[in-house]
């Protein structure tokens, strides 16, 4: 070992240590490491850099890292080291928030484009599921089949849907919102949800700053993290839901990547359960990853919130303790545009599913392009399909014109009226995507109503913006069910006749 005057006096530069003073103070478990490089250096002299963990006066665990150089006397041998010790440990805490945040982008990229081809494929499904139902007797064995089938795909839709909302591929229609008053239009769903062996304590601030946020969303995080919270008591116990408006200040932010420092409406949802052990801590915003038993969740309700949260430009944090319980803080910027209104509710009465009108049908994928065209055409509808966004524009123009139609109209279309009255049209594309092909419709006709289906985007802003404030255009998400489809179809052509 090395003199009083060795690596000792890099940790601590009020005072020298002895070697063996320093030593006590480094954390156990890189205890050998450190004798091991200190070992070395005194044996073959030169440089040498390491970073450990030390424990401090206050017993609390810090990382430091050393550059320190052996330096030998005049016969040779080592005499001391010379060197220099940092704190890394908030550093250290950075570069591992900036890991975790770098693997979760890539995560959702993955869950992101999975979604996107199962949406596809689960719209065929469940439309395939519709036509062989009406090819069979109700109670006949094969029918209770296509139950089973249908149950299926609903469930399995559910899941990319989650995983959208983690990959944040997903479209939000934000509107201006009064958290308090979401919540408190959940209670009474909250309760019953919990169950009758646990309570629900409510502490909203009065006044609450008002936020931008797609409701129904805002609403899905909220039963996510009360759902979250029933499971981890597992013998009862108590849920507490918190409002409050706070200013994060530049220093708070620095200490939390990702964290803008402004004025957010914190929403927190806190139980008295069993916490969170810590080797899963870091990993509890991935998807598939579960503190609970196997066979009970799917390990989607946290990422879900997670990324919903993120894409309304926000935060969520979580703080836990074995035995005691977790809290989860979500922090939702303020809106303070005073112009932007709530949106309207949707219409009591629901249009009738069918119609004899001329439908533009945009799909790259002919699976999902040939199952659509068969719902649209059974319930009445004439279909142009185009397999892209050029495809689309040579359709639209032939038909706008009265020229020859596309090859693609099915043999048993209904009569051509002498236009197209609607374009339901993919997003993403190859040639010419669905955003290009709706600035280049509305350039010639502005007028025209536009209805834009998507599995995934990667655009979601631009998207979002496209669809802000435009009652010309609507969205679906994939996986689209028959029925959903023919009451968009509908509802998109009754509003454009209540226009003329």
Known sequence: ALPAAGAAAAVDADQLRTFAEFLAMVHPEDLATVVRVNADAVAHGGGYTLEYRVIDAQGAVRWSQTVGRVIAGPDGRPERVVGVSLDVTERRALEAQLRQAQRMEAVGRLAGGVAHDFNNLLTVISASTMFARGEVPRHSPAALELDQIDEASRRAADLTRQLLAFSRKQVLRPQRVDVNQRIAGLELLLRRVIGEDARIEMRLETPIWP????????????????????????????????????????????????LAPGPYVSLAVADTGTGIPADLLPHIFEPFVTTKAAGIGTGLGLPMVYGIVKQSGGYVDVQTTLGQGTTFIVLLPRDDDDNDAPVGSAPATMPSPGGRETVLLVEDEAAVRTSLARVLTRNGYRVIEAADGEEALRAWHANQRGGPHSPHVPASAAPATGQIDLVLTDLVMPLLGGRLLVERLRAGQPDVRIIIMTGYTADTAGVQALLAGDERTAFLQKPIRPDELLRAVRQALEARLDRR
Do not use: H, K
């Open 211 to 258: 936020v931008s946020a797609d409701p129904g969303q805002l609403e899905q995080v909220l039963m996510n993290l009360v759902i979250n919270a029933r499971d981890a008591m597992s013998s009862g116990g108590t849920v507490q839901i918190t409002t409050a408006n706070v200013n994060v200040d530049p220093a708070t932010a620095r200490a939390y990547p990702g």
